[in-house]
């Protein structure tokens, strides 16, 4: 059984960094994008960071050059690195992964159960 497992959140202050982790374990053929989103309270789900298998990045406009998205394809584990966090940036992150099961003919998206960043001002 395929699972994403996020681990890296915490407390941090105003202008800090975070580094966030999410690795991919179970019997996996194939991984292609890897993403983060994060989910505020009282409001809806957003894409924070996204990355291709080939390495092609995105981002949302409020984390460009503050957030940097990574991945270890032979680890199967994806990484958000937050710097000069700010308190806007508070919320549940969740990692994603489009991801395809050994014995599977289809890639399918994933979730990680989310870790909570909060940042004080």
């Known amino acids: 059984q395929v699972q994403l497992v996020e681990s890296g959140g915490g407390l941090v202050q105003a202008g800090g960094s975070l580094r966030l982790a999410c690795a991919a374990s179970?019997?996996?053929?194939?991984?292609?994008?890897m993403n983060w989103y994060r989910q505020a309270p009282g409001k809806q789900r957003e894409l924070v960071a996204g990355?291709?298998?080939?390495?092609?990045?995105h981002y949302i406009h409020s984390v460009k050059g503050r957030f940097t998205i990574s991945r270890d394809d032979a680890k199967n584990t994806v990484y958000l690195q937050m710097n000069s966090l700010e308190p806007e940036d508070t919320a549940v992150y969740y990692c994603?992964?489009?991801?395809?099961?050994?014995?599977?003919?289809?890639?399918?998206?994933?979730w990680g159960q989310g870790t909570q960043v909060t940042v004080s001002s």
């Open positions: 994603n992964a489009d991801l395809m099961a050994s014995g599977s003919y289809y890639y399918w998206d994933y």
């Open positions: 179970g019997s996996i053929a194939s991984i292609n994008a």
């Open positions: 990355i291709t298998r080939d390495g092609n990045t």
